[in-house]
């Protein structure tokens, strides 16, 4: 099984993610996670990727695509993966219809998490994450057991530097015209199922089985 999410920063992708991957046994690919690891660990890569990320902006395609390629060649996505966060552009989605032939493989579902601008500001700027395992908080819609520990690992929580009110705006402005441009993409292809992101998280995640489920929207 293979799956992309589509959705404007804080339209809970992450959070859905999580949850599908564990149920269905595949791989979760963030570039967002990867491009923050390699920032954490100072790698030629993350030196790359930080400068974007602190202003709000998409990492270079060129840069985005290659390290999804080499991800996606490794053995342990055959079993399926779901793509968080990628392609978030045409050229990339492009991109990913080469790497996917190249390795013989197509999507099944691109979902699309619709949710309006004013839930996500709330939702980013109440957004915390856990230092360890990347898993999604929210202050006040998901807030963990201990303020400020994550209820998975014990992990320190901490408030990402681009979800703060400055940043956030500029997110979404950028993120919007891509957002429609790859919907467009995907619906001349007939893959795009909508769902409503707005409901709480385990109506959303119950929607999004239904689609892999191949249930009527
Ligand atoms: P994305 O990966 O799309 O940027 P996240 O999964 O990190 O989004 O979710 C953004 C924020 O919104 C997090 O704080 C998360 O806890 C919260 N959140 C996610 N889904 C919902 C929901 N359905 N209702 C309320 N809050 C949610
Ligand atoms: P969110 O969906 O909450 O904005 P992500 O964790 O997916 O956050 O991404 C964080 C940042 O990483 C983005 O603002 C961008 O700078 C970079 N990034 C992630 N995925 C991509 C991508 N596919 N193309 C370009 N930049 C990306
Ligand atoms: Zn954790």
Do not use: W
Request: net charge neutral.
């Amino acid at each position: 099984m293979q799956i992309v999410f589509i959705g404007l920063p804080g339209a809970g992708k992450g959070t859905q993610a999580a949850r599908i991957v564990e149920e269905y046994g595949i791989r979760h690919l963030s570039t967002g996670d990867m491009f923050r690891a390699a920032v954490a660990e100072g790698t030629p890569l993350g030196l790359k990727a930080k400068t974007f990320m602190d202003q709000g902006q998409l990492v270079p395609d060129d840069v985005t695509i290659g390290i999804v390629r080499e991800t996606l060649a490794k053995p342990e996505y055959r079993k399926g993966f779901l793509l968080d966060g990628f392609p978030r552009t045409v050229p990339q989605a492009e991109a990913l219809d080469d790497i996917l032939a190249s390795l013989s493989l197509a999507l099944d579902h691109v979902i699309y998490l619709e949710v309006s601008r004013e839930t996500l500001v709330e939702r980013l700027t109440g957004r915390r994450v856990c230092r360890k395992c990347g898993a999604s908080y929210h202050v006040a819609f998901r807030p963990p057991a201990r303020a400020g520990v994550c209820d998975l690992c014990g992990g320190e929580l901490y408030q990402r530097s681009d979800d703060s009110a400055e940043t956030v705006g500029k997110r979404l402005d950028v993120n919007l015209r891509q957002v429609d441009a790859l919907l467009d993409y995907y619906e001349t292809k007939g893959l795009v199922r909508r769902v409503n992101g707005e409901a709480p998280i385990d109506e959303v995640y119950r929607q999004i089985q239904d689609v892999l489920r191949g249930r009527p929207q």
